[in-house]
C-alpha cells in the first residue's frame, strides 16, 4: 500500500474570506498554471460541474481536497498512473492521463468545479469527451454523492466558452452555459426557423440549415496579462 504521508494536502481558503482577499489568491495560482503541451493546432475543451441551486446549495470548503486525494489514490493505485503526471494544488488538480492534459479546478463561490482539457491530437472530440466525462466529471459527481462528499447537493453541468479554456481565465471571468439550456435555445431556434418558413417550401430546405445552432458568446473583459 502506498504510504499515505507523501500526500500533499492542500490546505483550505477561510469560509469567509472576502472576495477581493479570494482573487488576490487566485492571480498567484494562476501564475503556476499552463499548458505544458499546447501548440498552434491544440484544440480545448471545458465542463462545469456546477450546484443545481446556488443559492441553497455549496460544496464544502473540504470537498475539493478530499476529492484531490481520492482521484490521486485511484489513479496510482488502481490505474497504475505514475505519480510524476498528477499534480496537486491548493486551487487544483493537474493530470495528464490518455494523451489529454487536464486541470480540474475549484471555483472560489463553492458552488462549481471546472473541468479544463487540451486533448490529444490522436484523439476526436468525441472520443476526447467520452473520456473526460468517464474518468473525470463522473468520478467527481459520484464522489459527491458519496459520504465522504456532499450528500443532498445535485450536481449539474455546463459548457464553458473555449477561449477560456485556451487561456486559462481565471475562473470567476470564465463564461458557462447549462447544457440543459443549451438545449432550451437549439430547440428555440428550430422552432423560430419553422415558423419563417413556408409550409410551400418546407421542402426545400435543407437539414443542416434547420439544424445548425451556434452559440453566441458575450465577449469577455479581462483587466490582467494572460498567457495567450
Same mark, same amino acid.
Given at each position: 500500500?502506498?504510504?499515505?504521508?507523501?500526500?500533499?494536502?492542500?490546505?483550505?481558503?477561510?469560509? %469567509?474570506?472576502?472576495?477581493?482577499?479570494?482573487?488576490?489568491?487566485?492571480?498567484?495560482?494562476?501564475?503556476?498554471?499552463?499548458?505544458?503541451? *499546447?501548440?498552434?493546432?491544440?484544440?480545448?475543451?471545458?465542463?462545469?460541474?456546477?450546484?443545481?441551486?446556488?443559492?441553497?446549495?455549496?460544496?464544502?470548503?473540504?470537498?475539493?481536497?478530499?476529492?484531490?486525494?481520492?482521484?490521486? *489514490?485511484?489513479?496510482?493505485?488502481?490505474?497504475?498512473?505514475?505519480?510524476?503526471?498528477?499534480?496537486?494544488? *491548493?486551487?487544483?488538480?493537474?493530470?495528464?492521463?490518455?494523451?489529454?492534459?487536464?486541470?480540474?479546478?475549484?471555483?472560489?463561490?463553492?458552488?462549481?468545479?471546472?473541468?479544463?482539457?487540451?486533448?490529444?491530437? %490522436?484523439?476526436?472530440?468525441?472520443?476526447?469527451?467520452?473520456?473526460?466525462?468517464?474518468?473525470? @466529471?463522473?468520478?467527481?459527481?459520484?464522489?459527491?454523492?458519496?459520504?465522504?462528499?456532499?450528500?443532498?447537493?445535485?450536481?449539474?453541468?455546463?459548457?464553458?466558452?473555449?477561449?477560456?479554456?485556451?487561456?486559462?481565465?481565471?475562473?470567476?471571468?470564465?463564461?458557462?452555459?447549462?447544457?440543459?439550456?443549451?438545449?432550451?435555445?437549439?430547440?428555440?431556434?428550430?422552432?423560430?426557423?419553422?415558423?419563417?418558413?413556408?409550409?410551400?417550401?418546407? %421542402?426545400?430546405?435543407?437539414?443542416?440549415?434547420?439544424?445548425?445552432?451556434? %452559440?453566441?458568446?458575450?465577449?469577455?473583459? @479581462?483587466?490582467?496579462?494572460?498567457?495567450?
Amino acid at each position: 500500500m502506498e504510504d499515505s504521508s507523501q500526500y500533499f494536502i492542500p490546505s483550505f481558503i477561510p469560509e %469567509h474570506a472576502s472576495t477581493e482577499r479570494e482573487k488576490t489568491q487566485e492571480g498567484k495560482y494562476l501564475e503556476s498554471m499552463a499548458w505544458e503541451t *499546447r501548440d498552434e493546432t491544440s484544440q480545448f475543451l471545458g465542463i462545469q460541474i456546477q450546484c443545481q441551486d446556488g443559492q441553497t446549495m455549496s460544496l464544502t470548503a473540504a470537498f475539493f481536497p478530499y476529492f484531490q486525494m481520492f482521484m490521486r *489514490r485511484k489513479l496510482i493505485l488502481e490505474m497504475g498512473v505514475s505519480k510524476k503526471i498528477v499534480t496537486c494544488s *491548493r486551487h487544483y488538480l493537474k493530470l495528464f492521463l490518455d494523451g489529454h492534459e487536464f486541470y480540474v479546478e475549484q471555483g472560489m463561490s463553492h458552488n462549481y468545479v471546472d473541468v479544463l482539457m487540451l486533448r490529444s491530437k %490522436h484523439k476526436s472530440r468525441s472520443e476526447a469527451l467520452q473520456y473526460v466525462m468517464k474518468h473525470i @466529471v463522473q468520478e467527481l459527481i459520484s464522489f459527491c454523492a458519496s459520504s465522504k462528499g456532499c450528500l443532498g447537493v445535485t450536481l449539474v453541468l455546463g459548457v464553458i466558452q473555449t477561449c477560456c479554456v485556451e487561456m486559462l481565465i481565471p475562473s470567476h471571468l470564465r463564461e458557462a452555459i447549462l447544457i440543459e439550456e443549451l438545449k432550451s435555445r437549439f430547440i428555440g431556434s428550430i422552432k423560430d426557423k419553422l415558423e419563417d418558413i413556408q409550409s410551400d417550401r418546407f %421542402h426545400l430546405v435543407k437539414e443542416e440549415e434547420l439544424f445548425s445552432y451556434e %452559440h453566441s458568446w458575450p465577449s469577455i473583459e @479581462v483587466h490582467y496579462n494572460t498567457r495567450v
